[in-house]
């Protein structure tokens, strides 16, 4: 099992930025792919953004290239998504997860666990 606990959301205006961070515990955390995705409300669950294991390799949605940064530190068994220029539509509550394969991620949005996830809101 792998446990994962989301930080760093909360109210920020249109254009402003946020980091948000997802400590891993119970297994190797350089062992697994990681990823974002979000749900706002009324919406399709989406992934945001993955990463593989070593952080060489990363994904995201086409709508969010160039603002948002996905990284990690396999160190501190920490994961991050750094937001940049949020909009309104940004608005969602943010999932961090693990699964054992980027392929999945990528070609399936498919993952293995799931954090309890952390609201963002952006005012306009």
């Known amino acids: 099992q792998v446990q994962l606990v989301e930080s760093g959301g909360g109210l920020v205006q249109a254009g402003g930025s946020l980091r948000l961070s997802c400590a891993a515990s119970g297994r190797t955390f350089s062992n697994y792919a990681m990823g974002w995705f979000r749900q706002a409300p009324g919406k399709d669950r989406e992934l945001v953004a993955a990463i593989n294991w070593s952080g060489a390799g990363t994904y995201y949605a086409d709508s969010l290239k160039g603002r948002f940064t996905i990284s990690r530190d396999n160190t501190k068994n920490t994961l991050y998504l750094q937001m940049n220029s949020l909009k309104p539509e940004d608005t969602a509550v943010y999932y961090c997860?693990?699964?054992?394969?980027?392929?999945?991620?990528?070609?399936?949005?498919?993952?293995?666990?799931w954090g309890q996830g952390t609201q963002v809101t952006v005012s306009s």
């Open positions: 997860t693990a699964g054992t394969s980027y392929r999945d991620y990528v070609g399936l949005g498919k993952c293995d666990y």
